[in-house]
């Protein structure tokens, strides 16, 4: 066999054995608290995944999305009455090769976007009942990492990474439309970013170019990025609880 094609057969192995390696641990696994104790893990169902799964609370039932291996989108929810997950299902339309973004429930419906493999942002919500036909963008972002989405002050937010590395803002009212708010500062960031509300603010952590956690809040308007102490290898989370503002994130 010719030297290139060697290599060509040695490439395709060692992808299709990292693949199945992916697969293999790509089993999504939910535990929850119960009194003072964390439940056994257990499987949602057998979806295989390389992305992170989605959680949101609506219609008083959970919420679970996630991007499989084979790019389509698949959902489900949690049964209380029998403590396990339901069967899951897929989403027709485009695929997607990043992890979805879920709201939890505003202006009566369950929130979703999905970046398809062209880079466009998707839109679909759940009534409760069923979800509804796809969105397009109508602000004909691109980007290349997932959103954050946040209820505040009467509007959803969505916030994105551009292409460009800078933070795309934009809020609907509780419709399909979005109104582009703007790039605050021209602040960059290097993945996904961080939304939380806390103390009557909305707030966002982004992992900066430079490797470093950095913050700031809004009310009518953004106020000044601060750096916060800690370098991190991916995008933080954030979550506001008991009065207090809890970031984490890799490092």
């Not at 049964?79 to 299902?89: R, V």
């Not at 989403?91 to 202006?107: K, M, N, R, T, V």
């Amino acid at each position: 066999m010719p030297r290139d094609e060697q290599v060509a057969a040695t490439r395709e192995a060692l992808l299709q054995a990292a693949e199945r390696l992916f697969a293999e641990r790509g089993v999504h696994a939910v535990t929850r608290l119960e009194g003072q104790n964390w439940r056994t893990p257990q499987s949602t169902g057998g979806d295989l995944t390389y992305w992170a799964p989605a959680l949101a609370v609506a219609h008083g039932r959970l919420y679970y999305a996630v991007t499989g291996t084979n790019k389509k989108l698949y959902w489900n929810t949690f049964n209380e009455a029998t403590s396990s997950w339901n069967s899951s299902a897929t989403f027709d339309g485009s695929d997607s090769d990043l992890a979805p973004a879920l709201a939890p429930e505003y202006s009566g419906r369950l929130w979703m976007t999905r970046v398809g493999t062209d880079g466009r942002l998707y839109l679909n919500t759940h009534d409760g009942t069923e979800w509804s036909r796809r969105y397009n963008n109508n602000l004909r972002w691109s980007v290349d990492s997932p959103v954050a989405m946040t209820p505040y002050n009467g509007h959803l937010w969505r916030i994105a990474r551009g292409m460009d590395h800078r933070v795309y803002t934009s809020t609907s009212p509780g419709g399909a439309e979005w109104t582009d708010r703007g790039h605050p500062s021209n602040w960059k960031t290097a993945h996904r970013p961080a939304l939380a509300v806390h103390d009557n603010k909305m707030w966002l952590f982004l992992r900066g170019t430079d490797g470093r956690l950095w913050a700031s809040s809004y009310q009518t308007s953004w106020g000044a990025i601060s750096r916060i102490e800690g370098s991190l290898m991916d995008e933080p989370t954030a979550a506001s609880h008991d009065g207090k503002l809890y970031v984490m994130y890799r490092r």
